[in-house]
């Protein structure tokens, strides 16, 4: 211990630097990080181990600032001990294309874990890459290589704390008893309206005393490094349960407005710059000022960093003289690369083939690659059975005294948690070692929404099994049968929404979800049984969208998803003998991957000159896209057997028909431009 | 106290019906209504009042079964009540277009109070009833006149205790001391996974101390009945917090598999529905049967309950004649009319107005309605400021030991807990005597989808005040700037998502939203300043679509909402001047709206020959059912100040010239169809 006037100019220098940049950039949020300085210093001084030159070094600390918005003092932080962060990155905080965005981005700013901000995803992200390491420690720390041993931290304020997403993440965290995860509860009574006397009320550490976390207190936080350097001593002593330390601090502190909300999420004013500057012992003309000391200070603590992760590497070059195998596994997961040939273990069906629910096929593929791509880790929110997310012989990922599993475990009981799974995953993925999936019905990825959100965000790899993925589940009824759900999904950048058709298409959206190192996907999938398809292969479905059915001089084009492909091939023939129209099946499982193939092959697909039809029993909202006509579902469904269900809405060979056939009367004598052909490129 | 035979056969009974409609359905969750019986019994014949011939009885006791799946639990007990469930709606359990779903839908049974199924949903709804009969009861109470008195009873399972939303509600509900909401958590150490060992130990009771609530344990809640009524009556004396009972319950009690996860999701085989038959002195030989005593036992409560509104009948009609004008409110409210001529407070504005954010506008409808509107109660998810959701004279709803207001304020803090939030506006609109509103950034109305769809599914009237609506909140950046979020909302059957151009647009939004008794609405709101528009009147804005800005012989359509209507029009100048080409401008502030107008209007706003042109800074999903061709934003947004993003991407009379140029260019020597234009009607 021991703290000295150079750690109180550090301390002083952190907060000018949020006062500065948040005035200069005439937005943004000072309080918070002058309130959080003093634990910072300590938490960045005296315990997390990281290098500034190599961000990525694996066996870093973790640090997760959940309260995004706090970002100017995680962005002070990594200029200040000397990260590719520069002063004129902080002087240009909150400008366009800026690396120092209003909240942080993890692939903008080197340093920088997982993207923050929506409150509650940090702490979330946080209990991830907390799994993320007891995991990978398990299976590839060996006696005398203790190569994967890192904490994670993380910082989260009041409004994290209200958030429910933290709340069931909270309570994985210690059924899980994460002993590698500390968390610190900025403690300042203050939320955006005001004091939080006016919402939130209950007694925060005996909420997580009853999820199992061991718990403290540092009564002030504004001065006490003494006091917060022990509580984080003893949390690291803890090892069978997470904790978390409430550190009481005064927002804005330094500040005339110090603990009121008018510090929380504006600018200080002029004078309140200057005033703080000359408290702290600044120059109240000068902006953006580092004492040589504060560099000198931290620049030791991350040469000693750059040691560490010096003398780290040449335990993992004697590990890999010792274990081969391991170590050539471990480099390839950190390099983000698949096993080589693992694709040869996807599945392929014939036509011939029995029909099978899509979610049944999903987990045979996970059956035959679970094996060859060891890193994939995967889950349920408490649908198991429904979602057949296991293989057979899984072990769970499990505090090893639950008798339940243990720690190399590779299944996840995430519980009836969505949320929380969504924003969990994220973090396994930002660790470095591990493919995440978690499965749930289509119709609750909405309640974990907010998290998928920033998968897609922040480019990571994690797959949504979506199970029941339609009125095709039948009788639970229109509380869980998606409509909007896959239009929903399909707005949303960089997002993959697969729909398989059946086996082949299948094992293709996964190929893709595997292969897209800086894309998440959602793969929906049936209840109900699928027939394999004519026509339908892993390397047509890769494309997002191809023809199913050809046909020459077709009167129309059916356009289908998942499981009105197959109703679809059936319409066809139904078509032929009743009406004597032909029709051809384009499928597109994905969008975002057709979108991507060139203009030629869409147009080959949906050609000019023949009117189109799709088929999906959805929200019709974005099939307007590649089809002239539209047949879904614009209202919710019904409590059923899926057949019944089916038939009520008309999306069988007749239904299908009738809009078909009206679909060929609107367009007699007229030869439709396809939808491929646009006047203009979308900005990307 | 004191039970008989009479008591444990209604009990089995119940359990019997939910054996025999699962196992006809072949379908279903026998497991909760087994388990929960002696609960539902004791609750139901015991403390619960209300009159099954008027399930709309405003001071009836509300009931909620929040693990939703248990509902045959709920219609076992409508049928044997009085209700009208008949037996062979409980034969078509689960069966199309039957009155008893899957899981239940408020507007589809008579006697459920709120739709539930999708977990935590439930629970946070029973939040939002207790918050309306506090508030009621203290609005309209006057001594000698107990005219609302009711409680609020919800029974939760282990699925609902693991969520997020359930979580932020009973905090809020700790926090607002809800005396008169009592729970009942079923604790029977089952959920879909198999043991709640597997991924729930956290200690429920000590969580919800921590949230102030007053707990109880009922250890055997399978044969306890003194036990259980013993707890209700406590919870019942219990005026200043919540209270919940953990009742230990043997899921499907009765069954050879009882108290595995075995009878959770699924009917009991043949022959377990003969033993348990057999166990409970039923004939295994038949089915859906009814002891005449039962029926009887439970009639009798039912009238005692329908004695019990004639005496309130009575006393509503006496206390119209002391307090007539509390009275004539009070009715209407019942009857969810508007008082005359409220619309006459919608402020309108000229073209000459100053700039305003539509958030700005929103607040001063607020300002000018709330007191002729009173059943308007509202909040916000801790952005008061940010949302502008609050008028000046606004008065808390808080306990009032709190000093920070009472039980008649009409400003709920929600915290920061939108998914609560929205599923507490549900339980509030259910109630019968309050309008909704709740305030966030639209990007965290993406947190409550799963309650908002709730909101759309279940038909109720709130209104979600959706403000920071794209890119233009500028510094906070793609963590917070929605991009997917409007075709989300549009996919959403039954709701209406607004996005007004300027003042008297907003107006309408309101105007429409406040009209739509079964129409739930999000308006999506600038942060930054909006010009008041030459052709936007509240009458054009009713309508969800119309032509702001007409223009003979035009070579073009742009249609837009929001904040790019004013961008579109001054390009609608710029390309006049600059390639004298002719723009006209139609404003879509609604899409459900719009698209409920006649065929004939739509054509006029989007006629035949003209191509046309979407603006608007989201994806452009769904944007293709109206125009030919889309200009919008298929990716994030940035951070810095709003004008810069605008710039970046283009958002600006230039950069949708070029578009528009690319448009004509495409279409020249074509008049193409409009897309109002269809070859079929949707099925709705
Ligand atoms: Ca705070
Ligand atoms: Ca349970």
Not at 242 to 250: A, Q
Not at 584 to 605: N, T
């Amino acid at each position: 211990m021991g703290y000295s006037d150079v750690d109180r100019l550090a301390i002083n220098t952190i907060r000018v630097l949020a006062v500065d940049a948040t005035f200069t950039a005439n937005s943004g949020h000072p309080g918070a990080p002058m309130g959080l300085a003093p634990t910072a210093h300590v938490l960045f001084n005296k315990f997390m181990d990281f290098n500034p030159k190599n961000p990525k070094w694996l066996n870093r600390d973790r640090f997760v600032l959940s309260n995004g918005h706090g970002c100017m003092l995680h962005y002070a932080l990594l200029h200040l001990f000397g990260y590719a962060v520069s002063i004129d990155d902080l002087k240009n905080f909150r400008k366009v294309d800026s690396i120092t965005p209003g909240h942080p981005e993890a692939h903008d700013t080197p340093g920088i874990e997982v993207t923050t901000g929506p409150l509650g995803q940090g702490f979330s992200n946080a209990v991830g890459l907390a799994i993320a390491q007891a995991h990978t420690a398990s299976v590839f720390n060996k006696p005398g290589f203790d190569l994967v041993s890192n904490y994670t931290y993380c910082i989260f304020g009041d409004g994290c704390a209200m958030e429910g997403i933290a709340s069931e993440a909270a309570s994985s965290a210690g059924h899980l008893q994460l002993g590698n995860l500390i968390c610190i509860y900025d403690d300042n009574h203050i939320s955006i309206d005001g004091d939080t006397a006016c919402a939130f009320t209950e007694d925060v550490l005996k909420r997580f005393e009853a999820y199992g976390w061991h718990t403290q207190w540092v009564e002030d936080g504004d001065h006490d490094l003494e006091g917060i350097e022990a509580a984080l001593e003893k949390a690291r002593e803890v090892k069978d349960k997470p904790s978390v330390i409430k550190v009481t601090t005064t927002i804005g502190f330094g500040s005339k407005l110090q603990g009121t909300g008018g510090v929380h999420g504006n600018p200080l004013k002029a004078d309140d710059c200057q005033a703080v500057k000359q408290k702290f012992g600044f120059d109240p003309e000068q902006s953006f000022v580092v004492p040589q000391g504060v560099y000198n200070l931290y620049h030791k603590r991350a040469t000693e960093g750059a040691a560490k992760e010096q003398e780290w590497n040449q335990l993992l070059e004697k590990y890999g003289q010792e274990y081969k195998n391991e170590h050539a596994d471990f480099t390839r997961r950190l390099a983000g690369d698949l096993p080589e040939g693992w694709e040869k273990n996807l599945p392929t069906y014939k036509p011939s083939d029995p029909a099978v629910a899509s979610r049944k096929l999903s987990e045979t593929v996970l059956t035959k690659i679970y094996q060859v791509i060891p890193e994939l880790i995967g889950g349920s929110a408490d649908l198991t059975g429904s979602n057949l997310t296991r293989w057979k012989d899984a072990v769970d990922f499990q505090p090893p005294s639950t008798k339940l599993g243990d720690w190399s475990g590779r299944y996840i009981r995430f519980g009836v948690r969505e949320h929380a799974m969504a924003a969990i995953m994220n973090g396994l993925a930002a660790y470095g070692t591990i493919i995440p999936y978690g499965g749930t019905f289509l119709n609750f990825v909405s309640y974990a929404a907010g998290a998928v959100r920033l998968s897609s965000l922040s480019r990571v790899r994690t797959i949504m099994v979506a199970t029941h993925d339609s009125i095709g589940l039948g009788e639970d009824g229109p509380t869980h049968q998606p409509v909007e759900t896959l239009a929903h999904f399909r707005a949303l950048p960089n997002m993959m929404v697969w729909r398989p058709a059946d086996g082949n298409e299948t094992s293709a959206a996964y190929y893709v979800a595997l292969t897209s190192k800086h894309t998440p996907s959602i793969i929906a999938l049936s209840r109900q049984n699928l027939p394999q398809l004519e026509g339908s292969t892993i390397e047509n479905a890769v494309k997002g969208g191809y023809v199913l059915h050809e046909a020459e001089n077709a009167d129309i084009t059916l356009i289908s998803t998942g499981s009105e492909v197959g109703i679809c091939v059936d319409a066809v023939k139904y078509l032929k003998e009743h009406h004597k129209i032909t029709a051809r099946v384009v499928s597109i499982p994905c969008f975002e991957i057709f979108d991507a193939q060139s203009k030629e092959y869409r147009l080959k697909c949906l050609p000019d000159g023949i009117p189109s039809l799709s088929v999906e029993v959805m929200s019709t909202l974005g099939w307007e896209r590649y089809a002239h006509e539209q047949f879904g579902l614009n209202r919710f469904g019904a409590s059923g057997p899926y057949k019944d269900v089916y038939k009520k809405f008309e999306f069988t060979p007749e239904g299908i028909s009738t809009r078909a056939i009206a679909t060929v009367d609107f367009y007699k004598g007229f030869k439709p431009r396809s939808p491929i052909n646009r006047a203009f490129q979308q900005l990307i």
